[in-house]
């Protein structure tokens, strides 16, 4: 059984960003052709069985899913239920309260309302920080909503003001993310992966991270934590270890290749210089900057130093959405507030949105980008709605004016969800 994606305009975000009218066929799993409709050989594009779902696609946009590097599905039921408060009290006053009531079954079913919205907005593949208890629960929304996801139970085993809850004992904390490792990563056809989520510097202790430092590094697995969101938190960090936050976490063995760090909005040059050294990830969330009032990050900067940018909604908690074109809207839109026009584009954005994304995840050999033999997450986007209407820039209609409600057609690993 094939699927033809038949004359959109393909937005491939392969090397060369390339963008041209043509075909998307899916196979299984898999992207199998990629077929131009000025290719000069019809015979390369011709049918001659049956067993083929042909998707009318002119006028739309065909690109890769969008990856949302930063997210935690289990806040989704806090949507609206926290607003105007900076980081510290709203995790004490609504986030850890929320996360410590959970059951499993009401965990399941946050999780589902997240991967609804999401699928519906395009995104594909996320990043997810879950909670202390019942991550197997998330992880089971995401196997039966069939979208992609890596996910980390939250640790916490430091007392920063949260419920005993979630506090756990260090090594139980760490024996459970094994399990969680051993049990989930690659199942659902490779759908699910895990990582390690020690939460952020004031609610971990030194062996708890140092732990999943070597755990990490033993297993291949990515770390996930936030960092430097908030002039409360960096001066908590300091008072707790007597350092800086990033030459802290680097110091406990967790700035490398596979360490995904979102946020990082007040960092020093030589901050920046030391993501870069250490081949970090940063995970940019500027709806959550805004709405918790933590500041604007140095995304030109940390872009023009060489640093790789994922991008994310993070918790219907602090954005109050999940809508990934929002957040590639405002990283733009703010970086011009901050060091002037144009110096992040919105292909940047979108870069940020889906290959940048992949690279985070360690996942860009088969997600990110439209190219023969990648996993099949691909969706159709119209742009001929009035609110986007007019302009021949496919990237900036995407960007600038096209809304989550915009996406027509999803699929995830050759699934078709919408
Ligand atoms: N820092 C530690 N935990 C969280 C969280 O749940 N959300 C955000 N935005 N920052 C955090
Ligand atoms: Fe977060």
Known sequence: MATILRNGTILTQNQHREIFIGDVWIEGNRITKIVRSDDANPAANAVDWE??????????????????????????????CGDDRELLPWLREIVWPGEAAHTYDSLYQTAR??????????????????????????????????IRAILGKALMDRDAGQPAALREDTALALSDADRLFTQWHGAANGRIGVCYAPRFVPTC?????RGVAARANERNALVHTHASENRGELELVKQLTGMENLPYLDSVGLLHEHS??????????DD???????????????????????????????????????????????????????????????????????????????????IRGARALGLSESIGSLETGKLADVIVVNPNRPHAQGGADPISRLIYSCRADDVEMVWVNGVQLL
Do not use: W
């Open 272 to 354: 920046i210089a030391l993501l870069k050294n250490r081949g970090s990830h940063v995970l940019h969330c500027p709806s959550a900057n805004l709405k918790l009032a933590s500041g604007l990050a140095p995304i030109h900067e940390l872009l023009t130093a060489g640093v790789n940018v994922g991008l994310g909604a993070d918790g219907a908690a602090c954005n109050n959405n999940l809508d990934g074109l929002h957040e590639a809207r405002l990283m733009p839109l703010l970086q011009n507030i901050r060091v002037g026009a144009g110096k992040v584009t919105a292909q940047v954005a979108l870069d940020s949105l889906t």
């Open 205 to 209: 202790s030194e062996a708890l991270l």
């Open 51 to 80: 067993d083929v779902s042909n998707v009318d696609c002119t006028g739309k946009y065909i690109l890769p899913g969008f990856i949302q590097s930063h997210v935690h599905l289990c806040q989704t039921n806090l949507r609206n």
């Open 260 to 269: 995904c760090i979102a946020h990082c909005i007040h960092l020093s040059t």
């Open 113 to 146: 309302l997240a991967i609804e919205e999401l699928y519906r907005g395009g995104t594909t593949t996320v990043l997810t920080m879950e909670t202390v208890q019942h991550t197997d629960a998330a992880i089971e929304a995401v196997i039966d909503g069939g």
